[in-house]
């Protein structure tokens, strides 16, 4: 089956209060045509889980999503670094659901596995255990940390073939990999698309049958001009 779709035909299936997760870390291996077409369509209203919620300064990653107020609730495990996210926190529109960095990712690895969930002692004795379910195995104490899925999943990577095996590229492997397995629909960005075959098995990090659409995303090489740019201007390169 051939993966490769159109960007609009991707975000033409998203519509208000869907679920999304959106891969990357501060900005680094984020899906950022996708991003920016969710932000063109003014689609409201999203649940977005995301570990952390934008490269701190210069209005990037999804800080524009936060910006036009099109997101309602964000599932993360930090939310420091945006003064967009925080100014709608602190108006009273955006709901904030934490969990520690560890949690947040076997969650969402527990929904792509098939898992019931996870259990961990970390937040035992802390305000994280709210509502949740304790079990004590061997005398030591563990919360039950329920699956975390989405309706979309939006993952960047380095190149795809037509059948939606992904290769990534240096630290985008962060939370991509985990992302691309727990949402219904995961929609692979990618910098180069190359025939069936071109990517070697061992540097596949997602297989294709997570992937339900592939799309171009920038080139290699402009790419790295919108990070070199960004980093410029917000004084992290001279």
């Given amino acids: 089956m051939n993966k490769i779709t159109e960007l609009d035909k991707v975000i033409d299936r998203v519509n208000d209060g869907a679920t999304i997760m959106i ?17 063109e369509k003014g689609v409201k209203e999203l649940t977005v889980i995301a570990v952390t919620n ?14 036009n107020r099109q ?18 926190y602190k108006s009273g529109d955006l709901e904030v659901e934490f969990y520690p960095m560890g949690s947040w990712i076997e969650k969402i690895r527990a929904a792509g596995s098939g898992l019931g969930g996870v259990l961990t002692p970390i937040g035992v ?4 255990e709210k509502d949740k379910q304790k079990l004590t195995i061997n005398g030591k104490e563990y919360l039950l940390e329920l699956p975390l899925k ?5 993952i960047k990577g380095y190149r795809a073939d037509q059948l939606g ?6 630290v985008s492997l962060n939370s991509n990999p985990v992302v691309a397995m727990a949402a219904d629909y995961t929609v ?3 910098n180069e698309i190359v025939e069936v075959g071109a990517i070697e098995p061992i540097r596949v990090g997602t297989p294709g049958i997570f992937v339900r659409a592939v799309i171009q995303g920038y ?5 790295q001009r919108i990070y070199e740019e960004l980093w410029m201007r917000t004084g992290r390169l001279a």
């Avoid at 934008?54 to 910006?67: E, N, S, T």
């Avoid at 997101?71 to 709608?88: D, N, R, S």
């Avoid at 989405?150 to 939006?154: E, I, S, T």
């Fill in 23 to 39: 891969g990357g870390f501060l900005g680094i291996g984020s899906p950022l045509k996708c991003i920016e077409k969710l932000v």
């Fill in 54 to 67: 934008a490269y701190p300064g210069g209005g990037f990653d999804l800080a524009p999503l936060f910006k």
């Fill in 71 to 88: 997101v309602k609730k964000f599932i993360t495990a930090h939310t420091g670094t945006c003064p967009e996210a925080l100014e709608v």
């Fill in 125 to 128: 004795g802390t305000l994280v």
């Fill in 150 to 154: 989405a309706d979309f999943a939006f």
């Fill in 165 to 170: 095996n992904v290769e990534y590229r240096g």
């Fill in 188 to 190: 692979a960005e990618v």
């Fill in 219 to 223: 080139a290699f090489e402009e790419h």
